[in-house]
């Protein structure tokens, strides 16, 4: 291999650089507890609630489209021991974030990393900001177990490359198993070992590397097919894809990537980001073109540097399975190869690079900085917001059980703020659980939105004009700024496939929407809303109390 593992080194230094990536790894999970400890306050958001109670019911639901057995006892357990209090899910969260820190640690021990290039990976992987939604989000949970038993799987199969122990490869098809129970991105890992097999293996003849390539990745490749057969067997078709993710047409595969690698160099502004890229295309063309050129760079470099090849690739492996839906919480996995890497160039790159080692620590130093300030400002928005939304719910609960509804619609409902799913997924959910413990009895309360904002404060949700035109509610959010509505349940739009245009109507079992002003193809701030239901209350979400929406024209409220 191109760096040898510890196992292979003089005795003596073998116990002193053990030691010293034990300490490495204490120190770091130190660190990570104290930075994220604030992050055991976020409330419950999105569909956090439904996930958790529906976990054990999940747990033999082979049929549904995704099966994910691991994170659903996870999510059962921590409700046997902690109730309903969020502080207990998101410890686990934490513990398991700060794991996979220590095994990616181990896996790059494996690749032969220096003291330097770990520690900054450990760093760069600990406080990345596009981590957020996997560590703060309850329902996120199933990214830090795939990784989790991901690492475990590859830092196995890493070890048994160095010697004959046959025993290795049972243990790692058990992990990959797991990490497959976990989340269905897993299916790369066969890809990933072999691409270890043919670069870490040392000088070898090429018809040697083939057969050898065949011998250790096979398992793996069954494994993976097993699994795929048997998912589809449960589930059909919709076990290999929702409905988001069909019909991508493949430049948006390359458009996904260059998202996928925005999320994972820079720390912050992504939306803006995009958003001025759409409105200056000319300024897109120049910096996707310098993108090229430097990733020519990079393939350049590692051509001829086994580890940091193996490492551009487990990065772009493990994004194949997720490449045709852009979602930050999908680069959670990939980011493993990109923090290793990124210690890898910095501590052991180009030598015009190593003469400005200390410049270049400093740099390094200073970019781990800036991405821990935007990840604790993700972590911070959670919290206040989370609390918004807890409040929120609790009104519209006790509104519901006060007036003995059996049924409503809530005419804007906040999909997001500031980056945070607020009641995006499991609102009905959310509240009939909340009535529940109002009432002291199971409640069968029915709560459907008939419209979701993405708003960058909570103090917008009550800006907008919501009012009755005959049949139908119309909802504007023309005077907030950058405020859009989200179609959480309509995969087409969600997808990209369904500009958003003056006329359009999308269809839901609850109402049927139509466009009325879209400023952008996936931006539309005003729409005309119909239920499918006319006799039921419609209620709306005010500064301190929920209202009914009176059956008159368009005022601002």
């Not at 300490?23 to 419950?44: E, K, M, R, V, Y």
């Not at 990784?147 to 199969?157: E, I, N, P, R, S």
């Not at 449960?234 to 458009?255: E, F, K, M, T, Y």
């Amino acid at each position: 291999m191109a760096g040898r593992p510890l196992s292979q080194d003089d005795p003596q230094q073998s116990h002193t650089e053990q030691r010293w990536v034990w300490f490495l790894a204490a120190a770091l999970t130190l660190a990570g507890f104290l930075f994220f400890l604030p992050s055991l306050n976020i409330c419950f958001v999105s569909d956090d609630v439904s996930h958790i109670l529906e976990a054990a019911e999940n747990l033999a639901a082979i049929h549904r489209p995704y099966y994910r057995p691991l994170t659903e006892l996870s999510l059962h357990l921590d409700r046997l021991v902690w109730r309903m209090h969020p502080f207990g899910f998101h410890l686990t969260n934490l513990v398991l974030h700060l794991a996979g820190t220590v095994l990616l640690l181990w896996v790059g021990v494996q690749l032969g990393l220096n003291r330097m290039a770990l520690s900054l990976a450990g760093l760069v992987f600990l406080v990345h900001p596009v981590h957020g939604p996997a560590i703060f989000w309850i329902s996120g949970r199933t990214d830090l177990l795939c990784t989790l038993f991901y690492l475990l799987a590859l830092g196995v199969f890493l070890a048994r490359l160095t010697g004959p122990r046959r025993f290795h490869r049972g243990v790692s098809l058990l992990f990959l198993l797991l990490a497959l129970l976990s989340k269905e991105m897993a299916v790369s890992f066969p890809l990933v070992a072999g691409a270890a097999t043919w670069l870490l293996a040392g000088p070898t003849p090429r018809w040697k590397k083939l057969r050898q390539l065949w011998t250790q990745t096979s398992p793996y490749w069954l494994l993976v097919l097993l699994f795929i057969l048997f998912r589809l067997l449960a589930a059909g078709s919709a076990a290999l894809s929702n409905p988001v993710h069909q019909g991508i047409h493949p430049l948006a595969w390359l458009r996904n990537g260059a998202a996928f690698a925005a999320l994972l160099i820079l720390p912050a502004g992504h939306r803006q980001l995009a958003d001025w890229a759409l409105d200056h295309p000319a300024a897109l063309l120049v910096l996707g073109s310098l993108a090229l050129l430097s990733l020519w760079g990079l393939l350049a470099y590692a051509r001829h540097r086994p580890v940091a090849c193996f490492l551009i690739l487990f990065t772009a492996f493990s994004l194949l399975p997720v490449l045709r839906f852009a979602m930050r919480w999908y680069a959670y996995l990939p980011s493993v190869g990109f923090a290793l890497l990124a210690g890898h160039l910095l501590a052991e790159g180009p030598a015009v690079l190593r003469r400005w080692r200390l410049p270049l620590g400093a740099a390094a130093a200073g970019l781990i900085l800036v991405f821990a300030f935007f990840l604790h400002r993700q972590q911070q928005a959670w919290i206040r917001v989370s609390e918004q939304a807890d409040a929120l719910a609790d009104r519209l609960a006790e509104a519901i059980y006060r007036r003995q509804l059996p049924a409503a619609y809530v005419a804007l409902v906040p999909a997001e703020i500031n980056d945070v799913p607020v009641f995006r997924y499991g609102l009905e959910k959310n509240i009939r659980y909340r009535v529940s413990r109002l009432a002291g009895r199971q409640s069968e309360v029915q709560v459907r939105a008939l419209s979701y904002a993405r708003l960058n404060r909570l103090e917008d949700l009550f800006l907008a004009r919501i009012g009755w035109l005959g049949d139908s509610l119309e909802v504007d959010l023309r005077a907030i700024s950058s405020a859009c509505f989200e179609f959480p349940y309509q995969p087409a739009v969600l997808a990209g496939r369904v500009p958003l245009q003056p006329g359009l109507s999308l269809h839901r079992p609850e109402a049927e929407t139509r466009i009325l002003k879209a400023i952008r193809p996936d931006c539309a701030t005003r729409v005309a809303v119909r239920p499918r239901y006319s006799g039921l209350p419609v209620l709306t979400l005010l500064k301190n109390a929920v209202a009914l929406v009176e059956p008159d024209s368009l005022a601002e409220k």
